[in-house]
């Protein structure tokens, strides 16, 4: 009887801890989705009282916790958090079938990419993580890029931290891209312009902050002559040195009477934009990438309007390549908003008409977008896009386009993105497969022009006339001149 007794309590003990550990186990998860929620409107919220200095300054306080933020990011990507969401709803398994049969239909023309893709030498031999996602090897890809500048002065990661430098790569190559009128430098360190392990966001105290502004304002004198003699609206005045959306670094100038009213409140900004410095707080890879922005020289670049005369703002597509071939392009912006994602098998699907389809990955068509589709826009963006990459040299990257539309053949590339922070989705996990098979199975070929890939220039006709050839409905109307004497394909 004694031993019957004290085998039932042992089960029941048992038993007292499983049931214990499954409600704690549910009650944290629950906690984590309600601070999940009120982190994100904190954060939605915040944007309209406090400026980006202000948001990073309460990141690790009160107002954004940065660690809670980077954990919700990483985990809205990571195999845990898709595997709560398929179990959770029939629909979000559905549409996890979907991306995956795309995955397995997408396959055999990533092999095909993998066979001798030309990657530069300092984008090669990547470490793969333990864990191989999307986010991990973006973590990776900047401690990578931080021990090339630091062991050897490489400093590739300008191909997208340095708007400018980037804008100086397409133009160089004679990539379509939105013009750009003039490029305002000033190098901090013009005595010892050597690379400083330093990831601070803004000015050190102890800098001469006389000679380090005196620069500034030449520069500012000569913004406003070159505004002022414009002819075309609007212009806008983008920081070289900051890449980070939320820091409002791009100025817009609507027409020239905005320049001398308003020339105060740009003078102001423009201090602003001077002394700031990207800070990805919110992401997993906030410490590389800070280093390595903390390194850039403050600068401006003077843009002008693209297709002056068109009736419709554009949309922005964010196209992600993968050892040379684009996978999918995520509609970032438009009169529809975003979060839409358009694959090569003609699909577009919206995941934010409502909180819950948001959370659980429920994608529904979305014939806002359709017309991208309907009208032949992605053959040029995806050949634009899968040139630019190549000749970068780099095994994954992500290249956005402006769209217009009406007009296929207008399409433009605007920036690029070494640490893209899009919501992907379903696909996060094959994207990072597939960037990360190239790297285990060595099968491309690598090149060292003995130049940084940014760089890297050929020529200003050079995509037009050699990679396009002179195609019409690829080519970029800066070269059109190039191809009088060549013969024209379609």
Known sequence: GDNKKRKYEKNWTLATYGVCCIKASTFCMFLFVVVSLVSAIIHEKSKHILNVEQQEKYANALWLPAAFDRAKHYYSQHEAGFWLRRSLSEASRKDYEHATKYFEEQLPYFEQSFKNYPLHLHWSSLELPRTVSFHDLINQRGKKLVRNLFEHNWEDYKIEKDKCSMFEFLGGNGLP???????????????????????????????????????????????????????????????????????????????KSHVQQRWPEIESWAYRMWRYRSNDWERQWAIPFNTLTAQLQPGFMIQGPWMANRKENPVEIKVEVIWGRAYLAFVSTGRCGGDTIILRDGTVTRYTDSLMQNILHQGHADPCYQWIVDEGHLPRAWFMAESAARLM??????????????????????????????????????????????????????????????????????????????????????????????????
Not at 223 to 237: G, N, V, Y
Not at 418 to 437: D, I, T, V
């Open 177 to 255: 891209h939105v013009p750009w009128v003039s490029i305002l430098r000033y190098n901090i360190n013009k005595e010892n312009n050597k690379p400083v392990n330093d990831n601070t966001n803004s000015v050190q105290e102890g800098e001469d902050h006389a000679r380090y502004y005196q620069n500034l304002t030449a520069m500012l004198t000569r913004m406003k002559q070159i505004l002022s003699s414009a002819t075309e609206f609007p212009m806008f005045i983008k920081s070289c040195h900051i890449t980070t959306g939320a820091a409002k670094s791009v100025y817009r100038i609507m027409d």
């Open 393 to 490: 040299g780099i095994d994954a990257i992500r290249i956005d386009i402006f769209l217009l539309r009406g007009d296929p053949m207008a399409s433009v590339i605007n920036e690029d993105s070494l640490s893209s922070g899009a919501e992907y989705r379903w696909h996060f996990q094959h994207m990072a497969n597939l960037w990360a098979m190239g790297h285990s199975l060595k099968k491309y070929q690598v090149v060292d022009p003995q130049v940084d890939s940014h760089r890297w220039f050929r020529g200003k006709d050079f995509y037009t006339t050699k990679i396009a050839k002179c195609n019409y409905t690829l080519s970029s109307s800066l070269s059109k001149p190039a191809c009088a004497s060549t013969p024209v394909h379609v």
